[in-house]
């Protein structure tokens, strides 16, 4: 057989191990691949979040701190810009957590992630009674299992190789530990997955799909500052670094970006926010809650105001992969076709 011909039929059988394998994926989310966009404060809009629909992915309005009133509208955006499936993430430490799942609700979205922490069994409820399908986040197996008994209808797991707040154990371990265990839902992992081979090696292992956002960050939908996109474009894995807890005494969840000014600044900010604690300037209540305010509006900066010197540039590992800025339609064929060829060069 000539080797086009054989390369053909390799490709073939490579795509159709592949519909094999996201086949609950793709049924859960209504889509024609299993890749979801990860929610990204500020980057994951209706733009983004459509464009990666149309694209045969499954796109994830990302709410942050958005008021009813503005997801109402975003919400709608989207709607004039696909027909297709997609999500909306509402963190659960939201103020406006319950009305922001009523505007859901009232606006049909198909699936909500909840985000941010264990959720109430009250909100999973709530949701799954207004027909909308519910995800969460599981960074152990009991969680996810708990999780499950909770009525929560997917999992995500996302490994510290993400970017923006992280756990401390990578997706490879969590995969690991939690698929082999975890059948009556499907589980999408998360965090550091940059190409095709990625998908198509997390699908073996049991996967129903696969979350991507920094690849997501550089599309050309993408409303981030032409400045912020060329940081990734340049950036290294090594670049994207956690930030560092300097006293036990004050938790800190590490926030993985680029390193620049910024992240700098948060280490001396740590130090002296400490420093009126022990001084009896402030209380330790407080002290923790300025450290934690420490970020907010320094993403918007960088992603909207392009200051990708004291901005916070929150992104994964895998921005390494980032080469370019490309339509969002170019980066899911390219995804595809990986992990097909991945797939077709397997015994």
Known sequence: MP??????????????????????GRAFLGTRTAILGGAMTWVSDHALVAAISNAGGFGILA????????????????????????????????PDLHELCRVCL????????????????????QLKDGGTRVLAFAPSLGFAQRLVRGGVDGIIIEGA?????????????????ILPDMRGVPVFV??????????????????????????????????AHPAFKQAFVRARARDALPTVQIDPRFPVIPVRALANAGTRRFHDFQREVIDQYHAGEISKPQAQ??????????LRAAVIDGDVENGSLMAGQSVGMVRSVQPTAE?????????????????
Not at 83 to 89: A, E, I, Q, S, T
């Open 289 to 298: 809650l300025k450290i934690e305010q420490f970020w907010a509006g320094r």
């Open 3 to 24: 080797d086009a011909a054989l390369a053909q039929d390799a490709r073939a059988t490579g795509a159709a191990r592949l519909e094999q394998l996201w086949a609950r």
């Open 161 to 177: 190789e993400a970017g923006g707040h992280i756990g401390p154990v990578s997706a490879a371990v969590l995969a690991q530990e």
């Open 190 to 223: 998360a965090g550091g997955i940059g190409r095709g081979e990625a998908i198509a090696m997390y699908l073996e292992m049991g996967a129903s799909g696969c979350q991507l956002g920094t690849r997501f960050v550089c599309a050309t939908e993408s409303i």
């Open 106 to 125: 009232r606006r049909g979205v198909g699936h909500v992630v909840l985000a941010g922490g264990l959720p109430r069994l009250g909100d999973v409820a």
């Open 331 to 347: 980066i899911m064929s390219e995804l595809v076709d990986q992990a097909i060829a991945a797939l077709a060069a397997a015994p």
């Open 63 to 94: 709410t942050g701190s958005m008021s009813a009133t503005e997801l109402d509208a975003e919400i709608a955006r989207t709607r004039d810009s696909t027909g297709k499936p997609f999500g909306v993430n509402v963190l659960t430490m939201h």
